[in-house]
């Protein structure tokens, strides 16, 4: 019972969170802290695949959206302006 | 502007919260996933290690590589035919940029230096033993493959991409790897069907386990470790994906100037 709990509690507290930082990614005008939104977005659904019993999904996701994809990203912010 | 902000804010949450309640309690859209569905859950988890029933069986008790590279393994061959063509695709894009000078680099902090040095080993086990236990537990090629990714990148930010080359793992050698991985899916798809031929049986292409009407196919393991197709599968998988990943960032670590003069010469 206490798990089933403690499992709604962190899913109704991880997803606004990344919601959060979509909208903040989203409006965010300096492009390198629009992707750190982004990598706590994907952050938060990492854990969200993981209490949804996706472990598959989390071994993926991780390294591409926390790591490859801000990665990705930054190297191509280099290439052009920090700031929209 | 910070009102407008609220606005916006307010009626996103009011639209998220709308949405989730009229799909999840409502029922709008029926029941998810649907009841007729159901059934095949059941069947993918009910056969995908079955020693007793064979005909059936993927014989691999992790079901999700179970049904990516058999059940329906020619999707994951076409999927993996994209990322190829993507690959091919950037590289055509940055073909003639080459930075020729090299060595001379810094790279980051020393702290930063060491960290590194102790962390990539780490990343380098996690990655192989993903892509090797792919059969028994959470994990596949794929993941494997984006995972190791993550130890050149780590290579590239923190020494230099120059680096890299130093080591060995230019991009023509990752080329090749990719090519390697990507002809080892290839055989691996047809290694039932080639051992049909030869042997003066029947057998499918992407066949794993022996079927009814085809009897052959491979050893379902090997010293006690499931295998069949879906090891080698997840071990050329493993390879194309994270040649694929680093020749990417090789890439895209190029500085902009060095690429815009390769495009338009010197002025």
Known sequence: MFEAFFTLFLMMLLSPISTIAVYLAVTERNLLRAVLFSALQSMCY???????????????????????????????IRKTKECE | MLLRRLITVSVLTAFIVLTSYTITVLNVLGELPPRSLRPLAFWFLNTSFTPWLNYFSAMAPETVTAILWDYRGLDTLFETAVFYFAIIASIALFRGIEEKHGGGYVGL????????????????????????HGTITPGG??????????????????????FLKEKGLSKNLLIALRGAGLVGVGVASILALALGLLSGGYAFIFQN??????????????????????????????????AGFTIIFILLSIPEDVAREALHGKH
């Open chain 1, 46 to 76: 990492a854990f969200l695949y993981y209490i949804l019993m996706a472990p598959d999904i989390v071994l993926v996701y991780v390294p591409v959206s926390i790591g490859l994809y801000p990665a990705a990203i930054l190297f191509l």
């Open chain 2, 109 to 132: 902090s020393k702290i930063v230096r060491v960290v590194s040095r102790v962390l990539i080993p780490v990343n380098i086990v996690v990655a192989a033993s993903i892509a090797i």
């Open chain 2, 141 to 162: 090629g794929f993941q494997a493959g984006s995972a190791m990714a993550v130890a050149p990148l780590i290579l590239i930010i923190v020494f230099s991409r120059f």
């Open chain 2, 209 to 242: 386990q022996p079927k009814e009407a085809a009897p052959i196919g491979l050893p379902p393991d090997v010293l006690g470790f499931p295998a069949g197709t879906l090891l080698i599968f997840n071990l050329f998988e493993f390879i194309a994906v994270f």
